[in-house]
């Protein structure tokens, strides 16, 4: 079992920049890779970004490429998602999941807000 903690939603301007989080209960090692999803109202879930925990390896959804980083800290089992000039469009639940070969672990999501 794994517990994915979120943290670092907000209210933020256009143009604006927050840092999300997620917190793994163990060794992020032994998860294969980290996603971050996000959610709008009346709309499906979408993958934003990936990065696999060994390698680092990293992939983006064509709407955040160049204004979002996904990024990782194996000492501190944590996992970011660094989003730069955030649009209106950009608001939405954003959920972290982590992957193993057998199973699929979720946060329980943070709220991202861009508005003026």
């Known amino acids: 079992q794994v517990q994915l903690v979120e943290s670092g939603g907000g209210l933020v301007q256009p143009g604006g920049s927050l840092r999300l989080s997620c917190a793994a209960s163990?060794?992020?090692?032994?998860?294969?890779?980290m996603y971050w999803y996000r959610q709008a109202p009346g709309k499906q879930r979408e993958l934003v970004a990936t990065?696999?925990?060994?390698?680092?390896?990293?992939q983006y959804a064509d709407s955040v490429k160049g204004r979002f980083t996904i990024s990782r800290d194996i000492a501190k089992n944590t996992v970011y998602l660094q989003m730069n000039s955030l649009k209106p469009e950009d608001t939405a639940v954003y959920y972290c999941?982590?992957?193993?070969?057998?199973?699929?672990?979720w946060g329980q999501g943070t709220q991202v807000t861009v508005s003026s």
């Open positions: 999941k982590g992957s193993t070969i057998s199973d699929n672990y």
């Open positions: 990065i696999t925990t060994i390698g680092g390896k990293t």
């Open positions: 163990r060794n992020i090692f032994t998860i294969d890779s």
